[in-house]
């Protein structure tokens, strides 16, 4: 019983695939980031230290997430975003692995890992947040070519 107006209103479901659907699309280091929530190593990834203009869409399933204008160098070893592209694209969960609280970031269309955020750090940054984001969770695109 959605009328047109609640369904605008809704987030969107996320888009459900199976593990071995997955395992199939992903390369394994995608599929051990994206899906098992690992961490690359850090000024391993494709995207710590760039600053093409672009928009980052998630690597699992195209959503946008991130921009460039968003991204500034916290010299984390990992690409950092003060702000996701638009509130939404994202989720937040309690991540109390590893003996740490932290709040993991997840895309929000498909429920991939992408990372985690931290608040405080004094970065400087209009929201003095730090999205620590895997490169491997993301795929530049330039907006041109969308
Ligand atoms: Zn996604």
Redesign the pocket.
Known sequence: MNTPENISNTPSVP?EKSDAQWREELTPEEYRV?RQAGTERPYTGEYWDTHTEGVYQ??????E?FTSKEKFDSHCGWPSFWAPLAEGTVRYLHDRTMGMDRVEVR??????HLGHVFEGEGYGTPTDQRFCINSISLRLVDPDDR
């Open positions: 888009l994206l998630c690597r699992a399933c195209g959503s997430l895309c929000a269309t498909c429920d991939s």
